[in-house]
């Protein structure tokens, strides 16, 4: 099979050759670009530049040389795209590894911190000196109250949001006809120079943006004091979505196998809020957005990056339509492999859960994380309807030889 046959076999439920491995193909399946660069080191690759795509999480781009050494079979569409030198500059890791960040990030040194600006100079973001990400320090709309808010000034809004105003590569680019086209052609190129599955990143999130906007304290309490106000600004955010949902399909849809939204929706303990919350304030909208995608893009499997215990939502978010979901958070509440794979492994993809990330793959020794990785696939691969990855990204602790060790037991190499 050819990598793309592989997934799409996995995506129909049925088993491919081998279980379809992914790395990178979305901001969740990753790496810390501190890891990547000891992984490259560890596998004997001296070529190419570190290339930070996800400024926030500080993710690397997967090289296809690395791709090739751990036999992965996705690629996310951003790779179509910021191909130019001119499209990147230099800048320079927590550890002290020189690196390659996108031109159009915004950012500057204040005593030994780095601060992240919006395009018009609104500060949204510091990354304290030693540490490794960026944390949000600007919530556009902090001191507002729902229900005295009519919504229409979203645009804006985002601009302003660490998570929302700082694109990866394929979101820098404008919906606009020169925009589309841009996209068009390089979804395009991407499909024709490789056979690996293509996943394309739309977001549309409903739970995590009023987090973004409001501080994820004050909209949890906002779900319990203004009801009405939740379910207008989910209707809103709907509307704001579906109209470049259609514009960004027209123009990839036909060159990508999967289409990401964005919503977590869990924690470690189990969701974030009651089923009855989900159906009220999410389900439906959530509803609208993916049964449109699957009507423009029939091909397109509809997938969600959903961290967290969220069994009790499962049979919700198969009614509105979702077909997968990744990162198959194994060490949270209620999501054991065996009774997930048991009660949903017919109808849903999962895409995710491939190797304990929070125990095993920082803390272990490669023979633990090759039994560990083994132990779950004998769980998920019956009958297709997975794909392999980490729990979430691997993160810059993570030993190379653990990392290794974990894509060769996938690819049953080990």
């Given at each position: ?30 790496i ?20 930070v ?47 390659k ?14 601060v992240?600006?919006?395009h018009?100079g ?61 996209l068009a ?65 027209s ?18 303990n ?28 029939p ?15 499962m ?100």
């Open positions: 099979m050819t990598a793309r046959q592989r997934v799409r076999a996995a995506l129909r439920h049925e088993e491919p050759d081998r279980v379809p491995i992914d790395f990178g193909g979305h901001r969740s399946s990753g810390a670009a501190i890891a990547y660069a000891k992984l490259k080191r560890a596998l004997g690759i001296t070529s190419g530049d570190i290339y795509y996800d400024m926030i999480q500080q993710l690397a781009i997967v090289e296809p040389d690395v791709l090739e050494a751990v036999g992965a079979d996705v690629l996310e569409l951003g790779r179509a795209f910021m191909r130019e030198a001119a499209d990147w500059k230099d800048w320079v890791l927590p550890d002290g590894t020189a690196c960040i996108p031109a159009f990030v915004n950012i500057e040194q204040r005593d030994g911190h780095w992240l600006f919006s018009d609104l500060e949204l973001a510091v990354q304290k000196k030693d540490c490794l990400y960026f944390e949000q320090t600007h919530w556009p709309w902090l001191d507002q109250n729902p229900e005295q808010q009519d919504f229409a000034d979203l645009e804006q809004a985002f601009a302003h949001s660490m998570w929302c105003a700082v694109p990866v590569p394929g979101g820098h680019i404008p919906l606009d006809d020169d925009g589309l086209a841009r052609a390089g979804a395009r190129r991407l499909r024709e120079s490789t056979d690996r599955a293509i996943l394309g990143i739309f977001g549309g999130n409903l739970f995590e943006v009023p987090q973004f906007l409001y501080r994820i304290d004050n909209y949890l309490t906002h779900m319990g004091l203004y009801p009405e106000a939740c379910e207008r600004l989910s209707q809103a955010l709907c509307d704001f979505y579906m109209p470049r949902l259609e514009k960004w399909l123009a990839v849809g036909p060159s990508i196998d999967v289409m990401l939204f964005g919503d977590d929706l869990g924690g470690q189990g969701p974030l809020m009651s089923p009855a919350m989900y159906r009220r304030y999410y389900k439906p909208w959530h509803a609208k957005l993916w049964k449109r995608a699957k009507t423009l893009a091909h397109v499997c509809i997938h969600l990056h959903c961290c967290g215990g969220i069994e009790p939502l049979e919700d978010l198969i009614e509105a339509g979702l077909e997968s979901a990744n990162p198959v958070q194994i060490t949270c509440a209620g999501m054991e492999p065996a009774h997930l794979k048991q009660a949903y492994g017919d109808r849903f993809v999962f895409w995710g859960g491939g190797c304990d990330t929070r125990h095993v793959l920082p803390h272990g020794t490669p023979r633990d994380v090759r039994r560990n990785v083994r132990e779950l696939l004998k769980i998920w691969t019956p009958g297709g309807g997975y794909v392999f990855q980490q729990v979430h990204n691997i993160l810059a602790d993570a030993p190379p030889a653990n990392v290794i060790a974990m894509f060769e037991a996938a690819a049953g190499r080990a």
